[in-house]
């Protein structure tokens, strides 16, 4: 993920608090328009018994945002799937990288 560092144990132990099954990265993360002042585009899946809830998600958001030291856009895999813009469905789909899976 070009040079984001963070630590790979302090995201699965987030992915793993909120039982995130899935975390995969796609946007200018992954291209050359990624800059210092760019959010990150994160597409996730929950486990089947997680809290679907607004604030487990808000909650959520804020630790990733902690970790990776910048706003990130924090989408659900299944908005994404479901989404009629086809083009925007299969650019995202077809171009994530994964960071997490359980």
Do not use: W
């Amino acid at each position: 993920m070009n040079n984001l560092k963070i630590s790979d144990e302090r995201l699965r132990n987030i992915c793993q608090k909120y039982l995130v099954k899935e975390l995969a990265v796609f946007g200018s993360t992954l291209t050359s328009d990624f800059r210092n002042d760019s959010d990150i585009d994160l597409l996730y899946t929950f486990h089947e018994k997680a809290e679907h809830s607004l604030f487990s998600k808000v909650r959520i958001k804020a630790e990733i945002e902690e970790l990776f030291g910048r706003p990130v856009d924090l989408i659900s895999r299944r908005a994404i799937e479901n989404s009629r813009n086809l083009y925007k469905r299969k650019a995202i789909l077809e171009n994530l990288k994964i960071i997490y899976a359980a």
